[in-house]
Structures are given as structure tokens and as C-alpha cells.
């Protein structure tokens, strides 16, 4: 069976922005049998764990990667060269190890996939994708958000 590229937090890394994991039941199930690979663009890309929480600015993670839009943290910290190249890594990961699918964290400015926050830091959604889902999805992989988080 082909590999799956997972956001670490999902399979219980502690490292997503507070320092904590999203593992769950529904999504260990989901992937029951698969060939897991666990990964965490933020971390890859340099950012701490624990670190501030980070939105999109100026569009989703397609226009990240053309230019048009900013990652930025809740203080106002541009963090958009450290999202690009952990995205950058999770792809060349993900074509190692032979993953033609993703699952990924869903409403992540890094992993979500069709909705994400909208910048203002209040918990609003949008329509969009992170930079990591939007750097794979234009490499030819499937990407999905996660079921049970």
C-alpha cells in the first residue's frame, strides 16, 4: 500500500504551535494499515515548540508561494520564509518515501486543506489552503484535511 504523508501533531508529536498533539481514535483508524510518514513543516522549516500562533495574511498558501501573501505570527512577525521551507521539506519527504496522498491538520496555515484562519487572529475561517497542502497539491499529491480533529 502506498505511504502517507500525516501531520505529525496527528499521530501524537507534540509539536504543533502550543506545544500539544491532536491525536485521535478517528484518525488513527484512518490510516489503520497504512505506511505512515509523520511530518511537521513548521518545525522543519525552524520554528520552536511552543511557538506564537501564526495565520495567513493577503490570501491562502497558494499565494504564499507566488509572492502575493504573508504568513505572520500574532505578534505581527513575518514567519513566511520558515512556513515555504518546511512546505519545501514536506514535499521532498513526501517524494522520498513515495507518498501520494496527504492527510494533514485541518485550518493550519502550514497543513489545512480547503479552509483556513483568515488573518485576524479571532478564530474566523476562510476558504484556502495552507502552504504545505498548497505546495503539495500543486506537486500532483492528493492532499485532505484530517477526519476527528
Not at 499521530?11 to 491525536?23: L, W
Not at 513575518?78 to 517524494?95: P, S
Not at 493550519?108 to 484556502?128: A, I, K, N, Q, Y
Request: one cysteine or more.
Amino acid at each position: 500500500m502506498e505511504a502517507i504523508l500525516v501531520s505529525a501533531c496527528l499521530r501524537g508529536v507534540p509539536c504543533r504551535f502550543d506545544g500539544r498533539h491532536k491525536a485521535s481514535a478517528v484518525f488513527a483508524e484512518a490510516v489503520a494499515g497504512r505506511d505512515v510518514v509523520p511530518f511537521c513543516p513548521e518545525v522543519a522549516g525552524g520554528l520552536a515548540t511552543p511557538r506564537r500562533p501564526a495565520e495567513l495574511v493577503g490570501g491562502d498558501g497558494h499565494d504564499v508561494l507566488d509572492g502575493t501573501a504573508r504568513v505572520v505570527d500574532d505578534t505581527g512577525q513575518d514567519v513566511t520564509e520558515q512556513f515555504v521551507a518546511g512546505a519545501r521539506r514536506a514535499l521532498a519527504v513526501a517524494r522520498r518515501t513515495g507518498c501520494g496522498e496527504a492527510l494533514l491538520m485541518p485550518r493550519s496555515p502550514s497543513c489545512g486543506r480547503g479552509t483556513v484562519h483568515d488573518g485576524s487572529f479571532t478564530g474566523e475561517l476562510v476558504p484556502g489552503d495552507g502552504v504545505t497542502a498548497a505546495l503539495l497539491e500543486r506537486a500532483g499529491i492528493t492532499v485532505r484535511p484530517a477526519p476527528g480533529v
